[in-house]
């Protein structure tokens, strides 16, 4: 069964606004951590931002500066945005939820539920 459905993807431009959306199907289950992951075509998966149940947020190198987490407590939704796209966010990005206490947030496989993944793209 499906756990996370994301949305908000579509065409942007280069320089451009997108926000992305993650909200678990059973929102008001709680959650530890809520990772964002994007994949380029022909690359592989590359972790871009997560949002802990404390209220932290930790970004990648590659995009830190750029994007921005938002939490919003009364679906358990996390938001990706950013004002800034780039190239290299022509993408899937998906996000991912770990339901166990602590653990590494960064690595695909400590999470314990994926959604599908929606499309980024980016035109210049």
């Known amino acids: 069964a499906q756990h996370l459905v994301e949305s908000g993807g579509g065409s942007g431009h280069a320089g451009g606004s997108l926000k992305l959306s993650c909200q678990p199907k059973?929102?008001?289950?709680?959650?530890?951590?809520l990772g964002w992951f994007r994949q380029a075509p022909y690359k592989g998966r590359e972790w871009v931002a997560t949002?802990?149940?404390?209220?932290?947020?930790y970004f990648a190198r590659s995009v830190k500066g750029r994007f921005a987490l938002t939490r919003h407590s009364d679906k358990n939704t996390v938001s990706l945005e950013t004002d800034n796209l780039k190239p290299e966010d022509n993408a899937t990005f998906t996000c991912?939820?770990?339901?166990?206490?602590?653990?590494?947030?960064?690595?695909?496989?400590?999470?314990?539920?994926w959604g599908q993944g929606t499309q980024v793209t980016v035109s210049s």
């Open positions: 991912a939820m770990r339901i166990r206490w602590g653990g590494v947030c960064t690595i695909p496989s400590h999470f314990d539920h």
């Open positions: 059973a929102y008001s289950k709680p959650w530890y951590c």
């Open positions: 949002a802990y149940s404390d209220g932290s947020t």
